[in-house]
């Protein structure tokens, strides 16, 4: 069972990756960027600190890391974790990552989730959500590279979390058009896997049973679907992770039938 200080955590990454920015808004085109060394405290003051740290100038203006920076940063980012110390620094680490907008940074945050490392040690899952939601951010992230969130999100070898494999698919879908009809061929399957996420742990996963291994606490992963799963509905209801069985079925068939997803 996951524990309290891992739902504080991700709630925290949430909130520090959302920042300034609207949670369906790629990134605009910004000005030229300034070479920045990593900030003095980064990996040893506390979540508070840092935090605050992060929403302040210049770290919420367009930057590019040192070449020493983002060494450190990609090494940290890509450790095991094996204490929660450690994940919380490789938490950070990826949130300064995910501020240097160079393309090159997009495959340095895409091999973290590659790592498809399962969430033994406390805090992996953070940090690989941090990078998923990082990389559905860049409008500039090239086809490949957007082929692989969707691989690690329904491929034939998926991510092994499914909080991971959500936001892999919510980063996958993030650029495009929902307003389209009918929907890309490439988006259905990963549009039915969010709904079939929506069905765990209710009589309706028996005709539409999950590929992943079962979870005590699933409204995270089922809330975040739903978000996504919004910005495709003409006039969605809120979805609420917490309602009956037959709330949140009736919700996951409004939303199939009207995104055409039926069998």
């Known amino acids: 069972m996951r524990t309290k200080s891992w739902w504080v955590r991700t709630s925290l990454v949430a909130a520090l990756l959302v920042g300034c920015q609207s949670e369906t808004t790629l990134e605009p085109t910004a000005p030229p960027a300034q070479i920045r060394e990593l900030p003095a405290g980064w990996d040893s003051g506390d979540t508070g600190a840092f935090e605050a740290l992060i929403h302040q100038p210049p770290w ?125 061929l490439s988006a259905r399957p990963v549009l039915r896997f969010l709904v079939r996420v929506l069905r765990a742990e209710t009589p309706a996963e028996r005709n539409d049973p999950p590929d992943w291994k079962r979870v005590e606490t699933i409204a995270w992963p089922k809330t975040r679907a739903a978000d996504a799963l919004v910005q495709w509905l003409a006039d969605p209801a809120p979805y609420t992770a917490d309602a009956s069985w037959g709330d949140q079925n009736r919700w996951a068939e409004r939303a199939l039938h009207e995104l055409g997803l039926e069998p």
């Not at 890391?65 to 919380?88: C, G, K, Y």
């Not at 500039?140 to 698919?169: M, T």
Request: proline share 10%.
């Open 60 to 184: 919420t203006e367009p930057l590019e890391w040192s070449e020493p920076a983002r060494s450190v940063l990609f090494e940290t980012t890509l450790e095991d974790l094996a204490t929660p110390r450690s994940a919380e620094l490789a938490v950070r680490a990826a949130l300064l990552m995910a501020l240097d907008k160079r393309p090159s940074t997009a495959p340095a945050l895409l091999a973290r989730l590659e790592r498809r490392l399962p969430a033994q040690a406390r805090g992996r899952a953070a940090v690989d959500i941090v990078c998923a939601r990082a990389l559905g951010r860049r409008a500039e992230l090239e086809p490949a590279l957007r082929g692989n969130l969707r691989a690690l999100a329904i491929g034939p070898y998926p991510h092994p979390e499914l909080d991971v494999r959500v936001e892999c698919a919510r980063a996958y879908l993030e650029p495009m058009d929902k307003t389209l009809r009918p929907i890309a």
